[in-house]
């Protein structure tokens, strides 16, 4: 029997797989359409593609929590860290770049500091969770 707490995962992961793709997607008629040079051009069909692999690597990973894989509970477990590192890098570079003087200190900066950190405690409880119930998968 699948644990609750990995139903409501693998239902969660999979609804933001969804958007993921769905994000990127709307990008690719947005992008386009924004000015700049050519590196802003290159950049956004990065952006596109990165967006709608990610979202189709987090489909996967959901229907492998659903169907109780331990593989795709590794996978999450390595996917939580390298959000928590992500978060981490970019919670520093945003403290670097306010006090070299490249960015100002702004009302907002304040509360992206928050939402960074509230990814890393949520991550990281995914975490945790994924490695207490590994029983549960086969």
């Known amino acids: 029997m699948r644990p609750r707490g990995v139903t409501i995962l693998a239902i969660l992961w999979a609804i933001g797989s969804i958007i993921q793709i769905v994000s990127g ?4 008629f947005v992008l386009p359409l924004l000015p ?3 590196v802003g051009k290159a950049m956004s069909g990065n ?9 189709i690597i987090g489909l996967v990973v ?3 929590l659903w169907t109780l894989k331990n593989w795709a509970r590794i996978l999450a ?3 939580c860290i390298l959000g928590i590192l992500g978060c981490a890098g970019w919670m520093y570079s945003l403290y670097a770049m306010q006090k070299i003087g490249v960015a100002q200190p702004q ?11 509230g990814t ?4 990281a409880l995914i ?3 994924l490695v207490r119930v590994k029983d549960a998968f086969a």
Do not use: D, K, N
């Open 77 to 79: 477990i390595f996917l």
């Open 107 to 117: 009302p907002a900066a304040g509360v992206i500091g928050y939402v960074f950190g």
């Open 62 to 64: 959901a229907y492998g």
């Open 120 to 123: 890393v405690v949520v991550f």
């Open 127 to 129: 975490t945790w969770y």
């Open 25 to 28: 997607i709307s990008l690719s």
């Open 47 to 55: 952006i596109i593609a990165m967006s709608v692999v990610s979202g």
């Open 36 to 38: 700049g040079g050519g």
